[in-house]
């Protein structure tokens, strides 16, 4: 059974409070969503779950209205709450629940039984061959590896031809090999479907990897949403920055403006290292945060001349600790930075707590957030 | 030995693990699943029969039988007769006395099934029902023999109940305790005895199948 509302968007309005377990939590938020990948980003108890499950009906909001395509699927104000079963919402869970005591084979024909059969087996065959599990097909869960159960939890979910698909971390165990050949799947299988796809990560590689779009969640509100890039790599709130990975975190004051060159002057706080950043909107003596990724600082030993990044701060190592296979060097200039190095860097230059050193820092690798 | 108050025993025994397999199960079902702030107090009324005297149990199904009681008036009109002292009405004194070792397995491993299976099965378009027959059961399959082996061993060697509501009518409510309580009564020995030995042996069996099935299935899910 083909519905008209598979081309169409989700859009979902919501608004559910929580008390107990000692603290108090309000999801609040809108958003519409069209085909395609969408990647819900944030850190755990940001409510990520609960949204999903107030899509498919399994937790129900407070106030709100949930539309995929025509359907309503809840309506506060009217009184509309579709049951779970009649949503037909694809829902692929954190642990997957494959049920244990049927074979892989019949678990994805668990929801087809209101079918006959060869049209059931039709559909199994068509998802066990696009998903590469037809191999596995009398095996039981317990009996294949992990990423062969995310596979049929993927196809479980989608041979029912579901108007949305939710996927709440659905390969977060996996490896990077394992997961990229999963999504090229799932991407496919969607290139012929078209259906919105909301997909819950905490992992910011797969952020890049996968989504068209990502919204960014904390507690329970949506503090960003765009594309990968734009969200990620422009973060406006000190909040997000330090979820998404900046090492390196400083209170500055502006102390010039340069508009013709598209440059500020900041003067790192109780220091008088100045750093060139990129333009934004704020007045001298404004005071801001800059976020800088340890990957993004270049590390020398000698004074380099003929650069064009345009930012040179002088020194002095203080430790070096190795992280599996990067070198975390800490240095103070003023302020304590992370710098991450390769092992092969730190054995060339031959490093050592006390020497100084000078760190290289490009204008447009400052990230500047207003300061909460 | 008393054959005829041993297959008489069988059939009770076997009709009360029929009849509580099929009525256990909804009341299982509402104890596992339930949010109702009271279910304690419906949990404290299925539990009642494994403290409670058989004796006082026994005396008020005797009461609700008897021809005072609406059951018993409606019962009586329906078939000319009353229901104590007959083996309906023991069979109803059973299914009451052996409820809580039915229910009580049944909700136990109703209530270890993750409720993600059936937040799944939910998503995939099962109703509740369907949810129930095609997860619930098949992962229940341990908490459903124990339940029935339990409630079939726990009938056959009843004897308060039996006696209150039906007596000691031979072919009609004389069951293997009473007839072992008769036998030691005539200071029967022997007799008492080797009936003791087959009630003992049945009751080793039964349970011997819970803890087996209860291993052998631990042993084999791998996902517990």
Known sequence: ?372 | MDWQAFWLTIRLAVLVAAVLAVLGLPIAYWIAFSRWHWKFLAEAVVALPIVLPPTVLGFYVLVALGSRSPLGRFWQALTGHTLAFTFSGLVIGSILYSLPFAVQPFAASFALVDPRLMAASATLGASKLQTFRRVILPLSIPGLVTGVALSFAHTMGEFGVVLMVGGNIPGVTRTVSIDIYDQVQALNYAAANQTALVLLAISFAALSLVYGVNRKVWAVLPWK
């Not at chain 1, 779950?49 to 309506?75: E, H, M, Q, W, Y």
């Not at chain 1, 024909?109 to 596995?136: C, D, P, T, V, W």
């Open chain 1, 1 to 372: 059974m083909k519905t008209d509302a598979s081309h169409d968007g989700l859009t979902v309005q919501l608004h559910k409070h929580f008390s107990g377990a000692g603290r108090d939590f309000v999801l609040e938020l809108s958003f519409e969503v069209t085909a395609g990948i969408t990647i819900i980003f944030g850190p755990s108890g940001a409510g990520k779950t609960t949204l999903l499950d107030c899509i498919a009906g399994l937790a129900t909001p407070d106030s709100g209205k949930i539309t995929t395509g025509n359907r309503v699927l809840f309506d506060h104000a009217r009184g509309t709450n579709v049951p779970v079963q009649h949503r037909k919402i694809g829902y692929v869970f954190q642990d997957l629940a494959l049920f244990p005591h049927l074979t892989v084979g019949k678990n994805i024909e668990y929801g087809l039984s209101g079918i006959n059969k060869s049209e059931r087996q039709e559909k199994s065959n068509a998802i066990l061959e696009s998903f590469r599990i037809a191999h596995l097909r009398d095996r039981k869960p317990a009996e294949i590896s992990g990423g062969e159960r995310q596979r049929v939890a993927l196809a479980r979910a989608l041979v029912t031809d579901p108007c949305v698909l939710l996927l709440d971390e659905p390969l977060a165990a996996l490896d990077a090999a394992t997961k990229s050949k999963i999504i090229d799947d799932l991407r496919a299988w969607n290139a012929a479907h078209a259906i919105p796809i909301l997909y819950i990560t905490h992992n910011r590689e797969e952020v890049f990897a996968l989504g068209d779009r990502v919204l960014v969640l904390e507690n329970g509100r949506i503090i960003a949403d765009g594309t990968p890039h734009g969200v990620m790599a422009a973060p406006r709130r000190e909040s997000l920055a330090q979820l998404i990975g900046f090492e390196n975190i400083f209170h500055a004051t502006v102390t010039a403006v340069h508009e013709d060159r598209g440059t500020m002057t900041c003067r790192l706080a109780n220091t008088s290292a100045e750093l060139e950043t990129p333009l934004v909107r704020a007045d001298v003596g404004t005071t801001l945060l800059v976020g800088i990724r340890a990957g993004d600082i270049l590390l020398a030993t000698v004074k380099p001349e003929g650069l064009s990044a345009r930012n040179i701060l002088p020194g002095r190592l203080l430790s070096l600790e190795q992280r599996d296979v990067i070198v975390a060097a800490r240095v103070n200039c003023g302020v304590e930075m992370e710098v991450h190095l390769t092992l092969a860097a730190r054995d060339s230059l031959q490093l050592q707590p006390g020497h100084q050193v000078w760190l290289i820092v490009k204008t447009h690798s400052c990230h500047l957030m207003a300061a909460s």
